[in-house]
């Protein structure tokens, strides 16, 4: 049992390049989510997922694409990367979608934007 | 909106105890969580309080006060191991969890 896998771990891209993060996990949750971590910041939401086919905006959506096509996979689009974007990303899962969510991270994507 | 509030940075020595401080303010309340991060890891769920009272897991226990809008985190029996950032979370929407800023434990011998 992986857990929450996310890759890669470390990544330096220059302004306005694309890249994908990929996030994956073996659990059979239904509920998958990404969040950003700035220093002083805490964790702040991206996007998440209820289940395969449905995803919707958290706190930080611009910038960011996401789909869900299997309940595995939750992959986080960047469309044109920006310095505010040097950030680690964790991607984050659940077996359910309440607030009562007990969320397994991922061990995080440290990405580095120029 | 949603907002957290906790303290940035509590200190304390081996073996005592000590309390994090938590308050909220969000349009929506599913619960409080804790979880704990230590340096370039990733977040770990501690506990989680849907009702008023305590929760005890092992030397961690978590309070909430739904009233108050308030909860704290009680570590007891500090080891060094417990120097991490600790985050309160709160369910503030059905599927969407607010965390605060994180406080940093640092324990000392």
């Known amino acids: 049992n992986a857990g929450v896998t996310q890759t890669p771990k470390f990544q330096v891209l220059k302004t306005g390049q694309s890249m994908t993060l990929q996030c994956a996990q073996d659990?059979?949750?239904?509920?998958m989510s990404w969040y950003r971590q700035d220093p002083g910041m805490g964790l702040r939401l991206i996007h998440y997922s209820v289940g395969a086919g449905i995803t919707d905006q958290g706190e930080v959506p611009n910038g960011y694409n996401v789909s869900r096509s299997t309940t595995e996979d939750f992959p986080l689009r960047l469309l044109s990367a920006a310095p505010s974007q040097t950030s680690v990303y964790f991607c984050?899962?659940?077996?359910?979608?309440?607030?009562?969510?007990?969320?397994?991270f991922g061990a995080g994507s440290r990405l580095t934007v120029l | 909106g949603q907002s957290l509030e906790q303290p940035s940075e509590v200190t304390a020595v081996e073996g005592a105890i000590v309390q994090i401080n938590c308050t909220y303010q969000?349009?929506?309340?599913?619960?409080l969580s804790w979880y704990q991060q230590h340096d370039g890891g990733a977040p770990t769920f501690l506990s989680y309080?849907?009702?008023?009272g305590l929760e005890e897991t092992g030397r961690f226990s978590s309070f909430l006060s739904r009233s108050d809008s308030y909860g704290y985190l009680l570590l007891q029996e500090l080891q060094m191991k417990d120097s991490a950032s600790y985050f309160c979370a709160v369910g503030s929407g059905y599927s969407t969890l607010t965390f605060g800023k994180g406080t940093m434990l640092l324990v000392s011998p």
């Open positions: 309080n849907a009702l008023d």
């Open positions: 984050a899962s659940s077996p359910n979608y309440s607030g009562a969510n007990v969320l397994t």
């Open positions: 969000t349009s929506g309340f599913y619960g």
């Open positions: 659990m059979n949750h239904e509920y």
